[in-house]
């Protein structure tokens, strides 16, 4: 088992930054892949960025894309996303998650541990 906690979140005026941060202890961390992932309220769960477990790729989604960033330092066995000029509509529970398949898994079916997420609300 992989044990994944968010923190971070909060309330941010359009235009703002937050970072998340999410921690991971119970297995080896750089053997995963990591994701990051947020749902909105009647919304389905939807893939926001990835990072190799090397951390030398990253992927993003088109709505967050020139945005948000991600990072992660096996040494201390977190992944952090940087969001920067926040809209209204990244307004959503923000997950971690990590993937034991190699780099390139975009969808939340392939994701085997979960975080229980951290909300995020950006005001207009």
């Known amino acids: 088992q992989l044990q994944l906690v968010e923190s971070g979140g909060g309330v941010v005026q359009a235009g703002g930054s937050l970072r998340l941060s999410c921690a991971a202890s119970?297995?080896?961390?750089?053997?995963?892949?990591m994701g990051w992932f947020r749902q909105a309220p009647g919304k389905e769960r939807e893939f926001v960025g990835a990072i190799s477990r090397n951390g030398f790729q990253t992927s993003f989604s088109d709505s967050v894309k020139d945005r948000f960033t991600i990072s992660r330092d096996n040494a201390k066995n977190t992944v952090d996303l940087q969001m920067n000029s926040l809209k209204p509509e990244d307004t959503a529970v923000y997950f971690c998650?990590?993937?034991?398949?190699?780099?390139?898994?975009?969808?939340?079916?392939?994701?085997?541990?979960w975080g229980p997420g951290t909300q995020v609300t950006v005001s207009s």
């Open positions: 119970g297995r080896i961390f750089n053997a995963y892949t």
């Open positions: 998650a990590a993937d034991r398949a190699l780099y390139g898994n975009f969808s939340s079916r392939d994701y085997d541990y």
